[in-house]
């Protein structure tokens, strides 16, 4: 009896205990909750007034989703995954930027070259970390030598090893970077090994600050407290708080160097993708970047804006055309199946590549022709390309020609010998279900022109390992590429390269891309540059090693209450300028 | 029973290190390894992925990579995440409070549950109330958690409320205050109302069987004539002994504490282990990977131990020798 009593008041007080929470969170959350009902009262007033964006106004607190939980490794020089670096952006920023046309533009530090080889830097003064000490280009200087430091875990060396001597110092052969000279505490010179037309692109422009870092061994840099829990920049917002893996706190830096800022405070918060679409709608979250697959459900939203700007990656069909070897770094071995042209091109018209975007990515991507994302400006314009219009007839005449035709009556085409053809078409399986059905899409689009075919799904981890060793298993992949601000493709497309994928081998090709990079041939012209490779585009538009698919668009969900927020393919303009209404 | 235990705690041994072969080949088997994620124009080129899988010793032959982690681990030094880039010690030990809390809260609301619900479908058998309740039950069990999850959240969160839909704590509120403190169990409870009314399947049907059959036993025969009120016979006779067998579940729960609740943690952007879990297992992350099995493993080795024990104590009929 007894027992049973104390069991009954252990029920009743958890009963009381969440009712009690569950009335106090809608107090506590207090803030939150009843800023979302001022939002909808500000929203209806706006939309009277007919106005989107209002007057910036100084104060309150932004919800920044992120879709994915960060790793932790809150450091220009040690991320390595993206939401990470969305928490950076807030809070850090780079020497050098980019403006919409992905031309390098001076932040803090602007540039002087006459050769591509020496470049002279020069610090703006009075620029303050967040602890207060000032930044100076000792600083880089550090960043840089972190970097080039033979026990520095992250994946940047990349962009520093083309700096004079950094090979040296790496080796442990000096102690310094020889190529690196500081002239003053704003002023410093970096020479590279050679002059190269896209040296500044390709050079790491973070700078990391020594005077909290600067007694931290390299190997113990990335585990330490800097980089973890209490990480310090120099941008417009400092991280106050971080609840691992789930949220992080980011309040106003009253000294920011580069005007005011508008918000108090931005709280990033990992959201999932279930969740998305309702802690949108309850005005959770004001900012966010979406899946394409969430773009319907988000539309109707009335108090959310969606806002799309130019991506930097690329889908695309691969095809395996030979086999590398990675010690010689060349392409030993031809395969023979798709060498015909005439195939790859009538297999490109046989693809609905605006009915198959239009179904699988809801409209937030585009059709390309080439290998180059259309806001580079090296892009080649359409009307310089074949643009391979969907054209199942053309794809079957072409298919006649090359000899492929159905020579025992199954519906299916045989190769010019008579042997069966079957294409083989390999596609990366996550969790996500849409992969299976898109993939089958593309296998239909193939058979409705007489070529049967053959879809496999491969474990995400284990398909990358297979194109990249050429398993024989292999033999049309889809894959997806993305671009930096560089817009140079050569280390995915030329002959020695492990990561050219469908081992597409053209000296033709390599030659105007070295030339595009050489400053003997180009000198500093972009447009020179821009020539050759459009030129490069065409011959890989009409060769196609890959059927180039689609660029995607990024999206981001904003709620109306955000303002001051703008968007271009370099990404997104300061957070010091975004506010919010109340 | 002392020597019982140490005869037990004697046979995990071989137990973990077959174990640990196990595992290990198992990740190893897995296809790609922590860098082949990387694969990503922007950041990396191909040395410094080569370069790693030199300086992470995935080159070596697996005898000597086994034998490296394994030295490593008996020493308690359980390697530095390959994702995290830190100890995994650490790492575990940042996720082990929430999943804690998540744990023994969502158990603590599947034992009330399964305990309201198993004694009275005990006590009337095969009458509608019963029937009602075994039928929830088991629809409970065969509701896949990521959709309870999502139902919940789109419900109670954002429907009506009442609950935040993720995390485990709100960031604002300054740590170490009550507040902090009443926030972390606000975001805790519906994950772990989620988790906890979805397992009492197994506790409500053993509960409800066993007093069933007791209470056909001479004893219950015997307190009847002797004009014991029901209510009595019921709450303390044969609940004493119907609990006995629920101890089994008790060995389970322990290792099931930690573990956390890997799809249901991640719906509500839950941060414990069983998140953790999933990404060292998507992300490769070997020795994350390896020392959450390795303890997972041991945690259960050892509830059995504990639930074995725990017999002899409530039951003193049985003796362990």
């Not at chain 2, 409800?208 to 007791?214: A, K």
Request: proline share 5%; with cysteine; charged share 20%.
């Amino acid at each position: 009896m007894k027992k049973n009593k104390s069991l009954l008041w252990l029920f009743a007080l958890i009963l009381v205990l969440s009712a009690f929470l569950a009335a106090c969170g809608g107090d506590d959350s207090g803030s939150s909750s009843d800023d979302a009902d001022k939002k909808e009262e500000t929203e209806t007033e706006t939309e009277a007034e007919g106005t989107t964006e209002g007057e910036p106004q100084a104060g309150g607190t932004l919800v920044y989703g992120i879709d994915a939980p960060p790793e932790g490794l809150f450091s220009s020089a040690f991320y390595g995954i993206a939401t990470d670096f969305e928490v950076i952006d807030l809070y850090d920023e780079p020497l050098i930027t980019y403006n919409e046309n992905l031309e390098p533009i001076p932040n803090v530090a602007s540039w002087e070259t006459e050769d591509n080889k020496v470049f002279t830097f020069t610090f703006k003064e009075g620029v303050k970390w967040h602890n207060g000490e000032e930044l100076t280009v000792n600083d880089w200087l550090f960043a840089l030598e972190t970097i080039a430091n033979k026990d520095y875990d992250g994946p940047r060396y990349t962009n520093v090893q083309t700096i004079e001597g950094a090979e040296a110092f790496r080796n442990g052969e000096a102690d310094t970077i020889s190529g690196i000279e500081v002239v003053s505490d704003y002023e410093i010179k970096i020479t590279f090994d050679q002059a190269r037309v896209n040296n500044l692109t390709n050079l790491w422009v973070y700078a990391l600050p020594e005077s909290v870092m600067g007694d931290v061994p390299v190997a113990e840099m990335s585990g330490s407290e800097w980089v973890r829990s209490t990480p310090i920049g120099i941008g417009p917002f400092k991280i106050e708080n971080i609840v691992a893996g789930e949220s992080v706190e980011l309040s106003k830096n009253e000294d920011y160097w580069n005007g005011d800022v508008n918000l108090d405070k931005i709280v990033v918060r990992v959201i999932d993708n279930s969740s998305v679409v309702g802690a949108l709608q309850n005005g959770d979250v004001d900012m966010l970047s979406l899946q394409p697959v969430s773009g319907p459900e988000v539309e109707p939203l009335e108090n959310v804006e969606i806002i799309t700007y130019p991506g930097l990656s690329y889908y695309y069909v691969g095809f395996k055309l030979g086999k590398f070897d990675n010690d010689s770094q060349t392409i030993v071995e031809e395969n023979p199946k798709y060498q015909d042209k005439q195939l790859r091109q009538a297999m490109m018209y046989a693809l609905n590549r605006q009915e198959w975007v239009d179904a699988f990515f809801f409209g937030y991507a585009n059709v390309v022709n080439a290998p180059v994302p259309s806001s580079h400006w090296n892009a080649a314009d359409n009307s310089e390309l074949n643009t391979y219009e969907y054209d199942p007839e053309k794809a079957k005449t072409l298919l006649d020609e090359a000899g492929y035709v159905d020579q025992n009556g199954d519906g299916f085409r045989e190769d010019p010998n008579g042997d069966e053809f079957i294409v083989k078409f390999s596609h990366y399986a996550t969790g996500n279900p849409t992969f299976e059905s898109r993939a089958q899409a593309i296998t239909q689009y193939f058979e409705e022109v007489g070529l049967q075919s053959e879809l496999e799904m491969v474990e995400v981890n284990l398909y990358y390992d297979m194109i990249e060793k050429d398993d024989p298993a292999i033999e049309t992949f889809f894959g997806g590429w993305g671009t930096g601000a560089d817009p140079d493709p050569s280390g995915l497309w030329k002959a020695d390269q492990l990561w050219n994928y469908p081992r597409y081998n053209n000296p033709e090709a390599d030659k105007l891309l070295d030339d595009a990079l050489d400053i003997e041939v180009v000198g500093t012209d972009q447009a020179k540059r821009a020539e050759l490779y459009i030129e490069w585009q065409k011959i890989v538009n009409e060769d196609l090693p890959m059927l180039y698919i689609a660029e995607l668009e990024e999206i981001v969900a904003l709620n109306n209450r955000v303002g001051g927020v703008e968007y271009d393919v370099s990404g997104q303009n300061n957070p010091a300028e975004w506010f919010v209404t109340e | 029973m002392l020597k019982y235990t140490i005869k037990r705690l004697l046979g995990t041994i071989p137990m973990l290190i077959l174990i640990s072969i196990v595992v290990f080949s198992l990740a190893k088997l897995m296809p790609g390894d922590s860098l082949s994620g990387e694969i990503d124009p922007l950041n990396t080129n191909p040395e410094y992925i080569e370069e790693m899988r030199e300086k992470l010793g995935y080159n070596e032959p697996l005898p000597v990579q086994y034998f490296n982690w394994i030295t490593g681990f008996v020493q308690g030094d359980f390697g530095k995440s390959t994702k995290y880039k830190t100890d995994v010690f650490d790492i575990i030990m940042e996720k082990v409070p929430n999943t804690l809390l998540l744990g023994v809260i969502s158990l603590i609301i599947t034992y009330i549950l399964a305990f309201s619900m198993g004694m009275y479908s005990g006590r009337r058998p095969y009458t509608i109330g019963d029937n009602a309740i075994a039928g929830i039950n088991y629809i409970m069990l065969a509701i896949p958690s990521f959709v309870a999850a999502v139902v919940a959240i789109y419900f109670f969160s954002f429907h009506l409320n009442w609950f935040p839909f993720g995390g485990s704590v709100d960031i604002l509120i300054e740590k170490g205050s009550f507040e902090y403190y009443l926030s972390k169990l606000h975001h805790v409870l519906l994950p772990a109302l989620v988790l906890g009314a979805m397992g009492t399947a197994s506790y409500t049907q053993f509960l409800r069987n066993d007093i069933i059959e007791n209470s056909r036993k001479d004893f219950v025969r015997t307190a009847r004539a002797k004009g014991t009120p029901i209510r009595k016979i019921y709450n303390v006779h044969i609940l004493r002994n119907s609990i006995i067998p629920l101890v089994t579940f008790l060995g389970f729960d322990f290792a099931a504490l930690i573990g956390g609740a890997i799809i249901t943690e991640s719906i509500f952007t839950y941060p414990g282990i069983g998140m953790l879990f999933l990404d060292s297992v998507t992300s490769r992350d070997y020795p994350t990977l390896m020392a959450l099995t390795m303890l997972l493993s041991f945690l259960t080795l050892a509830g059995n131990l504990i639930a074995d024990l725990l017999y002899g104590v409530v039951d003193p009929r049985i003796r362990l020798d």
